[in-house]
């Protein structure tokens, strides 16, 4: 089926440690993002990819860096673990020129900072 | 800049009742908007938009109409089932997510 696919699903951590969250795609979008999701606070745009080759900051950046690899695939990586990024992670894609599509959804990575 | 206020929840109704969930949005110009549910355990979907003025998106049951008048986005469906529990998020074209507002419905 086509869409947004994230590995991993599940991941713990501890408290300095490292990791990469990916992200793949299969519609051919330009656009892609990344939001964590804590509670009571809805979705916060970490970083985006307006198009293949560019990424720009979005509204909490700090502690993630990220990779536009290829049209694809979108990754996320935590250089420094930190109980604060304890968070629900989505991927999205879009396409900009294409403004009433909305977004697709990846189902999420669950992570853990111990 | 552009924002997204949406009623805090959670909302709990009995199965059948009315829903209406408040959305108001700022925004310079005319922007798409969106609302997405969320399963428990599951990714954000889209479920209805509206690209201009005075549209009427409308979905699974489910009813918003861009009201620019107001600034307002306001999700309805007027008998809920317990499928349709879940979390509801507005939003506009630029990325930006309301907070979110649970829903449970109760048979």
């Known amino acids: 089926n086509a869409g947004v696919t994230q590995t991993p699903k599940f991941q713990v951590l501890k408290t300095g440690q490292s990791m990469t969250l990916q992200c793949a795609q299969d519609?051919?979008?330009?656009?892609m993002y990344w939001y964590r999701q804590d509670p009571g606070m809805g979705l916060r745009l970490i970083y985006y990819s307006a198009s293949e080759g560019t990424t720009d900051k979005g509204e909490v950046p700090n502690g993630y860096n990220v990779s536009r690899l290829n049209k694809r695939e979108f990754s996320l990586r935590l250089e420094s673990a930190a109980p604060s990024q304890t968070s629900v992670y989505f991927c999205?894609?879009?396409?900009?020129?294409?403004?009433?599509?909305?977004?697709?959804f990846g189902s999420g990575t669950r992570l853990t900072v111990v | 800049g552009n924002s997204v206020t949406q009623m805090e929840g959670p909302v709990t109704l009995s199965e059948e009742a009315f829903l209406t969930i408040n959305c108001t949005y700022t925004a310079t110009g005319y922007p798409s908007l969106f609302w997405y549910v969320q399963y428990p355990g599951e990714g954000l979907q889209l479920l209805l938009k509206a690209t201009k003025a005075d549209d009427k998106g409308s979905n699974k049951g489910f009813e918003a109409t861009y009201r620019k008048e107001t600034t307002s986005f306001h999700l309805e469906k007027g008998s809920v089932q317990v499928s349709d529990s879940a979390v509801y998020f507005c939003?506009?074209?630029?990325?930006?997510f309301g907070a979110g507002t649970r829903l449970t419905v109760k048979p």
């Open positions: 999205a894609s879009s396409e900009p020129y294409r403004a009433h599509y909305g977004y697709t």
């Open positions: 939003a506009l074209r630029d990325m930006r």
């Open positions: 519609m051919n979008h330009n656009s």
